[in-house]
């Protein structure tokens, strides 16, 4: 698949995967700062699907990887509770 980026670049498939990948790691970012924007969370599912669809990641992965967010956000909330 080839698409075009916002500079009219055409994008070969590596390229993709390394946008998805570092817009995944800036989301991921966001939320380990305390962002628990469901706009934030939703675009981390997208990212996760389409690298699921360029069989760069499973789904198994990805559920295991969503997991690790949902722990991280109850030991936030409960270390917010305790202060």
Known sequence: M???NNHHRILK????????????????????AGNNNP???????DIMQKLDSYNVVSLKNSKEYFKQFSIYNKIIFYSLLCI
Do not use: Y
Not at 15 to 29: F, R, S, V, Y
Not at 39 to 45: G, M, S
């Open 2 to 4: 080839v698409l075009k």
């Open 13 to 32: 498939k590596d390229d993709i995967i390394t946008q998805l990948k570092n817009q995944l790691k800036l989301a991921e970012g966001q939320i380990r």
């Open 39 to 45: 706009l934030v969370k939703k675009e981390l599912k």
